[in-house]
């Protein structure tokens, strides 16, 4: 039988409007930089995504910087941490490419719904601050806000890589100062991402020479690239607001209730709150989620253990020991991301798979 890709958080596959785009962006033969019509036609490409992509996430089309990946766009945010406090700190939960500019993790725990506990006053200062609109591992929401708004001592960088194409990207009450997002992970190519930049100042740049991206990003511009993200994000945009998300939520649901009937042991982490409609972090005490993997791959489907950027890193989640789970329990979690390509058939093969694995290991324990 033909393989399930369950790993959409990873990388989605790339949508048939984005392939189109790039394969017309293929013909356009003029650099963006230059006055001539071939130039300008390439020019005309790259604005016309960054609008895409600015109507995706609501902002305004200046605010949009081309990158060549969110992790980029990350350490372009972080380099302006002298803009606002000269320090940058992340939440416990962040991804890795928010995370390791961290001087400091933000003290607390998660609780199971993932909200924070014990962490009052520690934002009392001047700081650039990452925070997850939706995690990547377990899909959920940050409580209260879809996306992080500065606050009156600090200021925000909000990775909104897993939510946008998701969910409606909500600004409540404040806007973050940075938004970082990637054009694979709502069906557009590999290597291409954007800082959004909502303050009032344009981010030094990182990458100096011609001085593209107005002076943001130098280097000629990934033509092609950029345009599959705008055509990305434009099908993304249109896919939220005519809600084809919920038909996946449906059956991510499935998934669960099917796993929830063959045992009481294992956890969807989560599943009390909100969280991405696609996303399921299935953990099962004492089966470990590194081996999880493998079997299900052998057997034709295709999940992770955690974030791809760890993948082959033996080691606990960090996102559940700071949610508190323990070490052991932490390593014996898989996610499941479904796509809007997911069939219910698709999800329930992947629940009698899983049985029939689960029932090996219990057997093994006994």
């Known amino acids: 039988m033909s393989r399930v890709y369950l790993d959409h958080n990873a990388t989605t596959p790339l949508r048939v409007e984005a392939r189109a785009a790039m394969l017309a962006a293929m013909d356009v033969a003029g650099n963006p930089s230059s006055v001539h019509a071939e130039g300008r036609e390439a020019k005309r490409v790259v604005e016309r995504a960054r609008a895409q992509v600015a109507e995706l996430v609501g902002c305004r089309t200046t605010q949009v910087v081309f990158t060549g990946s969110a992790t980029e766009a990350a350490a372009l945010a972080v380099a302006q941490k002298g803009r606002h406090g000269g320090s940058f700190v992340a939440l416990p939960t962040e991804h890795d490419c928010v995370a390791v500019w961290s001087e400091s993790e933000i003290n607390g725990l998660l609780d199971t719904a993932g909200k924070m506990r014990g962490c009052e006053g520690t934002l009392a200062h001047e700081a650039l601050v990452g925070i997850s609109a939706a995690n990547s591992e377990t899909g959920i929401v940050r409580p209260g806000a879809r996306v992080a708004g500065s606050g009156k001592n600090y200021s925000t960088l909000c990775d909104i890589t897993q939510i946008a194409g998701k969910m409606p990207v909500l600004f409540e009450d404040v806007t973050p100062s940075y938004a970082i997002l990637s054009a694979h992970k709502l069906g557009g190519p590999k290597g291409v991402g954007a800082l959004i930049n909502f303050t009032?100042?344009?981010?030094?740049?990182?990458?100096?020479?011609?001085?593209?991206?107005?002076?943001?990003?130098?280097?000629?511009?990934?033509?092609?690239?950029?345009?599959?993200?705008?055509?990305?994000?434009?099908?993304?945009?249109?896919?939220?607001?005519?809600?084809?998300?919920?038909?996946?939520?449906?059956?991510?649901?499935?998934?669960e209730n099917a796993i929830a009937a063959v045992t009481n042991k294992t956890i969807f982490v989560g599943k009390a709150v909100e969280r991405l409609p696609n996303t399921s972090l299935i953990l099962t005490p004492g089966w470990k989620g590194e081996t999880q993997v493998m079997q299900m791959d052998l057997a034709g489907f295709a999940v992770s253990a955690g974030s791809a950027c760890s993948s082959g890193k033996v080691k606990s989640s960090k996102v559940l020991t700071a949610m508190g789970f323990d070490e052991q329990e932490a390593a014996c979690a898989i996610r499941v991301s479904l796509g809007l390509e997911t069939t219910k058939r698709d999800v329930l093969r992947f629940a009698d798979a899983w049985a029939a694995k689960y029932e090996k290991h219990e057997m093994r324990a006994a």
């Open 200 to 255: 009032a100042e344009d981010p030094e740049a990182m990458i100096r020479g011609g001085g593209q991206e107005m002076g943001r990003r130098s280097g000629t511009e990934n033509v092609i690239g950029i345009a599959g993200f705008g055509a990305a994000a434009q099908a993304a945009r249109h896919d939220v607001a005519t809600g084809v998300w919920d038909e996946v939520a449906q059956f991510r649901n499935i998934l």
